[in-house]
């Protein structure tokens, strides 16, 4: 289906942060003299307390890179203290809580107070530069306060998002050897509980270096207590002093850890540092969202990924912007509660993702219509790629034709957006990813490397440094440069499937390796396969991908049982709580089919091809199968296949 070019309308590109003329200038600039730009933006975006010696040195080859060595800044200093002299009583985060009544303002001066006793708390508590600290918090300014806390200090923050189960919390504080836990005796959404102090107890059970655990009461329920290890975040912050000097930190020195779903092996420690990841956040996020000043920003993603670390935290306070933190889902307590949202606090900018664009336009017009929107400019989209229909649903029903939208291509590995619309610059095409960002140089390859014409499918990588790029993945070096960097050496490979069209335009479809996006939320298959593999009854398991019209893909699974055990419908219900026990909600398979055997290659190894083309009910080409070793097995599994 051939949808319209939207071009830049007259009125916005006449005051707009970058016009296409500019974009197409600066681009250039940005790969001719990238030293020379990056320095400019340097010093543009970040106040640094000690200039750098060398703005990039190394490259992808070497595997060495290094931005601004040598320059010394505070994150938290960037993000508040040089906001005050003109913003003091600036609304820094506008919090919107899960019961529509629940709102509040916290403007810079405040935030920068609770942010400096909170660093004072976490001092007091033993935390120390470089030391890690996990967040497992709801929706509330306090995350973004323990965060910014960590950076005042230097500690390095690990938030975990609080949909992940008390063994996935479990393993990411161990991984990180996490001495300090910030969570709440419980979370809200969409009216319900989430039992959060409750699974980190159950996830300290296994994790004897954590010291502490610091509660924020967000609820007035009960929960267990162990006084000689949980203090309430409300009595810390009672009884200390309010100043706190920021820690002089090295422009490379760890900023953060999150971890991210990979196709092999458990998820992965994205490593970000401090200079580089900063000045790439500020920047894509003023420049990307158009953002002008005193305009009221809404990213409605979770601080627990990595949009909401860039989008709702860190480059909108770098910034000196205004951000509304959302503790809700979009369905509570109605379905028009974002575009009510967006009327209460006049917001300007709202970026979002495709899932929830789909979610609410099942939910119908009316939602939508009965609220004003007018105060909105700008949208933007993130997470997996979004469909031309949902795309012009966005853009003619939420935004009434009138305000551009970014489809923003990213990863958590990339720290902030690649490729994008600029608002005011680029005419826009549905579901097209569009231009890529200043310094950003994506190509498309073929299986063994070479560039594929424009027009031609193949894999995304990226062939230069940019300066918001993972430093590595945690205490794992190895598997940096085995994910990223081994199969086409010299260039990042991203793992996803584009091709770039006449116009230079980016088009994404989606991974190209074992990640599923569920709902825009990055799981790997094998996660979901070992999760099954728990359960006793469980003798192998295979996860696959099939479409799914508002999540984008679910998962379906293959599961074969050992001797003794029969499959049911009570078993399928346990196999599910195994993998929320596991994982969380989020990777639960919608579909699990039994099957007496898997097909195999002789060597042993699951041919996931086949699986696949049997979850989707693609059956006219499997392929050649002489080469399973059981080619039997194959009848049996498209006879018992969900999905006829
Ligand atoms: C997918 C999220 C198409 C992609 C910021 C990528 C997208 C993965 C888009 C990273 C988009 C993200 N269009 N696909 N606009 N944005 N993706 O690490 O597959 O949670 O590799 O970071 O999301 O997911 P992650």
Redesign the pocket.
Known sequence: MEHDLHPVSPEFASNTLVTETQYQEQYARSLSDPEGFWSEQAKKYLHWFEDWEKVLSGGFDSLDVHWFSGGKLNVSFNCLDRHLATRAEQPAIIWEGDDPKDSKVINYRELHEQVCKFANVLKHYGVRKGDRVSIYLPMIPEAAIAMLACTRIGAVHSVVFGGFSSEALKTRIQDADCQIVITANEGIRGSKIVPLKHNVDTALKECPNVRNVIVVKRTQNQVAWNSSRDVWYHDAMSQIKTECAPAIMDAEDPLFILY?SGSTGKPKGILHGTAGYLLYAAMTHKLVFDYHDKEIYWCTADVG???GHSYCVYGPLANGATTLLFEGVPTYPTASRFWEVIDKHKVNIFYTAPTAIRALRREGDDWVKRTSRKSLRVLG??????NPEAWEWYYHIVGEARCPIA???????TGGIMISALPGATPLKPGA?AWPFFGIVPMIIDDEGKPVPDGKMGKLVITQPWPGMLQTVYQNPERFVNAYFKEFPGRYL???QAYRDADGYYW?S??SDD?L?IS???IGTQEVESALIRHQAVSEAAVVAIPDPIKGQSIYAFVTLKVGFHSNDDLKKELVQTVRESIGAIAIPEHIQFTEGMPKTRSGKIMRRLLRKIANNDLTDLGDLTTLADPGVVDEIIRDREIK
């Open positions: 991210t990924w990595i949009t989209t993130v997470g997996e790629p979004i489809d923003t291509w990213w990863q958590t590995e990813a991203t793992g996803d994404i989606g991974r990640v996006k825009g939320h990055r």
